[in-house]
């Protein structure tokens, strides 16, 4: 499975109409922007197709009214102050605040101080990827019932997240090119969105859940694992290819290895891994190039789980 290359968009204006059509295009087509004074906005966009992660920055006093933003779309204020309006309540965030600027194709509009902020955009699908939003069978769509986090804690989660992919995965170059990298780092994402903002998703077992919980399910799943490690798969598609529900195939792993679909998929990736390292040329093959192809953005962390799990780093069983 391949998946659209990373791109990475600037820009920098003190021209009202050219900003205007870069956000419009960017976050929404019917976006309103309006300041009484002149103003200079900079944009740093990196865009993986399943996310993106944007440190804009800008001089004046922008009033802004957004009437239906793509995806879900979480603010982090680094030096800004933002007064955002949305259904009925209104929310001051100053530097450090973590929030959503609002519920997905809910208007909202928000005034936007001097300063700096980091918007991430994810794709709605991906939370589908990682969770469900009705214990019936068939998934629904997730919604989110506060635009702040549930705590102090939770936010300080989020904007460690954010500061992992940005500096760890999309700053490199090896581990951006990676699909098995990027899909996990989506995941990465949407599982913290919905750690940290109080949603509808359901994470509990039903009793049809419990039942197909069964050794049956866990072979199919563990035989569609095996198959397709090397490419960019979720819990979700496991299950799918199980036939059973997210939650069922979850609490198979559990029940039956103790562990869960996504840290099995690590275990294999990783055997895969070795096996690369094991038959590899030294002079032209790097540690952390397998690594990021089997899906290991950190360096760090890989070689730790290696050295875990065989006795050696990774780097003596290139060199052997």
């Known amino acids: 499975m391949t998946s659209p290359p990373v791109r990475t968009q ?15 295009t960017m976050y929404d087509p019917r976006l309103r922007i309006h300041s009484r004074n002149g103003y200079r906005l900079t944009h740093r966009r990196v865009d993986t197709g399943s996310f993106a992660i944007a440190t804009t920055r800008q001089t004046g006093q922008l009033d802004i009214g957004a009437s239906a933003l793509g995806g879900l779309v979480i603010g982090r204020a680094h030096t800004a102050r933002v007064d955002r309006a949305c259904a009925g309540s209104t929310n001051r965030f100053g530097p450090g605040d973590v929030f959503l600027v609002t519920r997905p194709e809910a208007p909202c509009t928000a005034r936007w101080q001097p300063g700096e902020v980091e918007l991430c955009v994810l794709d709605l699908s991906v939370l589908a990827q990682v969770a469900t939003a009705a214990p019936a069978r068939r998934p629904g769509q997730i919604r989110f019932t506060d635009l702040g986090p549930a705590d102090a804690a939770l936010a300080r989660q989020w904007r460690n997240t954010t500061s ?6 999309l ?33 509990e077992p039903t009793n049809a859940d419990r039942h197909d919980a069964n050794t049956a399910t866990l072979r199919r799943a563990i035989a569609f ?10 819990a979700a598609d496991i299950a799918g ?10 609490l198979a792993f559990r029940r039956h290895l103790g562990t869960t679909p996504m840290a099995y998929l690590r275990r294999i990736r990783l055997g895969r891994a070795h096996n690369d390292l094991v038959r590899a040329d030294p002079g032209r093959e790097t540690v952390s190039a397998i690594a990021s192809r089997w899906g290991f953005a950190s360096h760090s962390r890989f070689t730790a ?14 060199n052997a």
Request: charged share 15%; net charge neutral; hydrophobic share 45%.
């Open 305 to 318: 789980r290696y050295h875990a799990s065989y006795g050696v780093p990774p780097r003596e069983t290139l």
């Open 164 to 169: 992992f992919i940005s500096e760890v995965v």
């Open 10 to 24: 600037q820009f920098d204006s003190r021209d009202p109409a050219a900003i205007h059509r870069f956000l419009s």
């Open 171 to 203: 700053n490199n170059p090896t581990t951006s090119a990676q699909p098995l990298v990027i899909g996990n780092a989506a995941r990465m994402l949407a599982a913290a969105a919905l750690m940290v903002f109080p949603n509808t998703a359901f994470t």
């Open 241 to 250: 290819a199980a036939g059973v529900s997210l939650r069922a195939v979850q």
């Open 225 to 234: 694992v095996e198959e397709h490690a090397g490419r960019d798969i979720s």
